[in-house]
């Protein structure tokens, strides 16, 4: 193997970090938070409750944040950094020249909760029973740049190396962040065999996290308990982090109960995702005393592109015109309004919130990327940035379905005998493929909208196992998806845009946008060298497929609603721009001494 290009107590997707070698602590935390105290936390499990302890197996559900709480990784990313992580678990990470492998150096003084020490021989073993058959879904999904994983060999007694098939910036980054666990988990003690893995669920995990479980009433509560003696308390990624003894996560039958216990003291804090829950519920006399805190935290996180995603395999949405008649008549403004309480904006292109988002004109780098494809892209393209149509009133919606009209009608479509129709006669009939009924409440304010330009849209919900087939097999018109968002997107889309994938059965991607330009600029992102070249190739991207118009933008919260007990809890003024809602409050804030005694 090539000598390593650089060895750091960190790594960043293009060799900058902001936290220097022998940094104190990130800057968002308080470094003299005190220990002690609880934090009553709610489930944020669809499931009623948990049957096992196993959070990485396919059955069975696992007790919410258990993960996140009792492993460790090699490596630990901060919430005011995108595309870096620094060591945790290891001391050091080194990178090839060819980028072809990462070597990872352990500490001498990580330690298991029982007492051994984390070797390089439970990395290895970790991940050779993560990439294993029994998996969960979601695990399978952080694993799936693994696929370029060649192997792991152990160096010595405390050094892995991850060998790639083929360079990825991505990819230390990724086997940094998997947990950890011992190999010493389901071991059998009487035999001293090891179970496997899809049988271990409910041995106790043993992980080398700043928790452990402690006392557990099923169908209730799970509380996790701060490990006094745990070992990289004392770490610069570690300052000031996980500061409660105890955390409590309460367990109730539906969100009505949820909301009920949490005004009546029962907890200390639950993050909110119904506009209408956040808009009209959230009161009562502890919010009214100043005890329960209603608090929005803007955050830089990226947006995703949630859509609506027409199946361009099917006539007449193989007509661009079509697509654009249809985002057209859909009016988010009224919507954001009337249903969603002003809590979104919009949904702008596939990178919103990132570096990675086109802005304004194609600048020269981006424009050399298109170039080659000019005849087979829309002359848009070479324009300004894409944006969804605006209404909001009655008038400027009846402006944009007079656009849609004449789009509608260049494209063959004219309104006749109670319908619009093409030259044989045939009604332009559309079916909105759902797996919950509720969504028809979103979808009928843009049907009317339609229906007044001669299109009927069927709202057709289904169970969600025939729901999955028919998206497997592209048996669909449109249907509503929220796609992840990334600050380094990379090969998973060719799956989501790719010509190849749009030829095949089981991908993700469901418009079955075809095209070279796609394919060319997606190859170019993913074999970029420098930072530059790697976001001229993302916002050449985003221009194509936004003005393909195969997807119409929906919305995104740019905050994390949370409710929180002011009198029990203390946290930093500022949250980090990276941070999720409930895992900031987790790692950074602190019980508060001058709680008054509960009522």
């Not at 003690?189 to 557990?216: C, L, W």
Request: glycine share 8%; hydrophobic share 40%; charged share 25%.
């Amino acid at each position: 193997m090539c000598a390593p290009a650089w060895a750091a107590h960190g790594y960043a997707l293009w060799g900058h970090l902001k936290y220097p070698p022998g940094f104190a602590h990130f800057d968002y935390v308080n470094p003299d938070a005190p220990k002690g105290g609880e934090l009553r936390l709610v489930s944020n499990l669809r499931t009623s409750t948990f049957d096992k302890y196993n959070p990485f197996t396919l059955r069975g559900s696992a007790p919410a944040y258990l993960a996140d709480l009792l492993f460790d990784s090699l490596l630990s990313g901060a919430a005011d950094e995108v595309g870096a992580a620094y060591g945790l678990l290891a001391q050091d990470v080194q990178v090839a020249p060819d980028r072809l492998s990462a070597t990872f150096r352990l500490r001498a003084e990580a330690r298991f909760h029982h007492g051994k020490p984390v070797l390089a021989e439970d990395v290895r073993d970790t991940f050779e029973t993560l990439l294993g058959p029994h998996t969960s879904p979601v695990y399978k999904t952080i694993l799936a740049d693994l696929a370029d994983l060649d192997g792991v060999d152990v160096l010595d007694a405390r050094t892995v190396r991850f060998r790639f098939k083929r360079p990825n910036r991505e990819l230390p980054l990724t086997v940094g962040g998997i947990p950890i666990f011992s190999r010493d988990w389901g071991v059998d003690p009487a035999t001293g065999r090891r179970k496997p893995f899809n049988e271990v669920v409910m041995d106790t995990p043993i992980g080398s996290g700043p928790y452990r479980i402690g006392p557990v009433k099923f169908g209730k509560d799970i509380t996790y308990v701060r490990d006094p003696d745990y070992w990289a308390r004392d770490l610069p990624v570690r300052r000031g982090t996980f500061n409660f003894d105890r955390i409590t996560v309460k367990i109730y039958k539906d969100n009505t109960a949820r909301l009920e216990a949490l005004k009546a003291g029962e907890f200390d804090l639950m993050r909110f995702f119904s506009a209408g829950d956040w808009a009209r519920r959230v009161k009562g006399r502890r919010f009214d005393s100043g005890e329960l805190v209603k608090a929005e935290f803007r955050h830089r996180l990226p947006t995703g592109f949630q859509s609506y995603v027409l199946n361009t395999r099917r006539p007449p949405l193989d007509d661009r015109r079509v697509r654009q008649a249809l985002a057209l008549a859909l009016d988010f403004e009224w919507m954001n309004e009337r249903l969603f309480y002003g809590s979104y904006e919009r949904v702008r292109g596939l990178f919103g919130n990132t570096a990675c988002a086109a802005q304004g004109e194609p600048d020269a780098a981006q424009r050399q990327l298109l170039q080659p494809w000019r005849a087979q892209l829309p002359p848009e393209v070479f324009g300004p940035m894409y944006e969804p149509p605006v209404a909001g009133t009655p008038e400027r919606l009846r402006a944009n379905l007079r656009l849609a009209q004449a789009l509608l009608r260049q494209a063959g479509w004219t309104y006749r005998e109670g319908a619009l129709r093409n030259a044989q006669g045939q009604p332009l009939v559309l079916e909105y493929l759902d797996s919950n009924e509720a969504g028809a409440r979103v979808v009928t304010p843009w049907a009317l909208n339609l229906a007044r330009l001669g299109i009927e849209l069927r709202f057709r919900p289904v169970d969600f196992a025939l729901y999955q087939q028919r998206l497997r097999t592209f048996d669909f018109d449109m249907i509503s998806l929220a796609f992840q968002g990334t600050h380094s997107p990379g090969a998973e889309y060719a799956d989501l845009f790719g010509s190849a994938a749009a030829r095949t059965e089981g991908s993700g991607n469901f418009s079955g946008l075809a095209s070279p330009a796609v394919d060319d600029v997606i190859a170019r992102m993913v074999q970029a060298d420098t930072e530059p070249a790697f976001l001229a190739a993302c916002r050449a991207l985003e221009r194509v497929v936004a003005h393909s118009q195969v997807l119409i933008p929906q919305w995104s919260a740019p905050t994390h609603r949370m409710a929180y007990n002011a009198w029990r809890l203390a946290r930093p003024a500022d949250m980090p721009p990276y941070a999720g809602g409930e895992g900031w409050a987790i790692e950074t804030w602190w019980a508060t001494s001058a709680a008054p005694a509960a009522r």
